[in-house]
């Protein structure tokens, strides 16, 4: 198709779903070469849909644990000192387990407005998790991507790392302590429920 007029290559870049300015940038990247260039604009709509439904999936499940949230007012109600430990820390870590989350982000919202020099390395954290997510391109050696989980992986180590370097590895430390405290010390002394025991009493069943 190298004899093909330049308007009659647009109209065939066209005709398959890209824009008149994809299809322009195509070309002049390959040379006026039309199959290159649908190769070239479908391999990028492959991975841009792939970025997409890698965020959205990481944001459909975050979704989906906080609708699991407990009334407050029943988080919050009858505490007992615990004669199981075990069966009430797995009853309890799992039914509230929305809960929890909110109430860990509560406490690092809380620090890091108390220390904006840490929310500035939060941000940074944030944008290498989330870009680590997005990243689709197959890794050199591999010919694939990444598959979510370690691309989550990767990011939080590169997280890990601004952290230790940027100094706030003690501040983390202490937000760590402070919400794994609060967490542990409700699902120590909440006393279980019918509804919790049979919420775990389901869970079991789907594990097995």
């Known amino acids: 198709m190298g004899n093909t007029p330049t308007t009659e290559r647009l109209q065939h870049l066209t ?6 300015a994809e299809s322009r940038a195509a070309l002049r990247h390959t040379d006026g070469d039309v199959e290159k260039a649908a190769a070239i604009l479908q391999r990028l709509r492959r991975q841009k849909a792939a970025r997409a439904n ?4 990481l944001v459909d499940r975050v979704n989906d644990l906080l609708r699991e949230q407990k009334p407050w007012s029943e988080f919050f109600s009858k505490f007992l000192w615990p004669e199981h430990l075990d069966e009430r820390l797995q009853t309890n870590l799992m039914y509230y387990r929305a809960n929890y989350l909110v109430v860990t982000g509560g406490v690092v919202i809380v620090a890091l407005l108390l220390q904006p020099a840490l929310l500035l390395c939060a941000v940074l954290c944030a944008v290498l998790i989330v870009g680590a997510a997005a990243f689709t391109e197959p890794v050199p050696g591999l010919d694939a991507p990444l598959a979510l989980p370690q691309r989550l ?3 939080c180590l590169g997280a890990a790392w601004v952290v230790n ?10 937000i760590c302590v402070v919400a794994t405290g609060l967490t542990l010390a409700h699902a ?11 919420h775990n009493f389901v869970q079991d069943l789907k594990t097995d």
């Open 165 to 174: 370097a940027t100094g706030h590895a003690p501040a983390v430390a202490r």
């Open 54 to 57: 890698s965020a959205a999936g």
């Open 188 to 198: 120590t002394f909440r006393a279980r429920t019918m509804a919790s025991r049979w």
């Open 15 to 20: 005709n398959l779903g890209f824009t008149v």
């Open 153 to 155: 992986a990767v990011g």
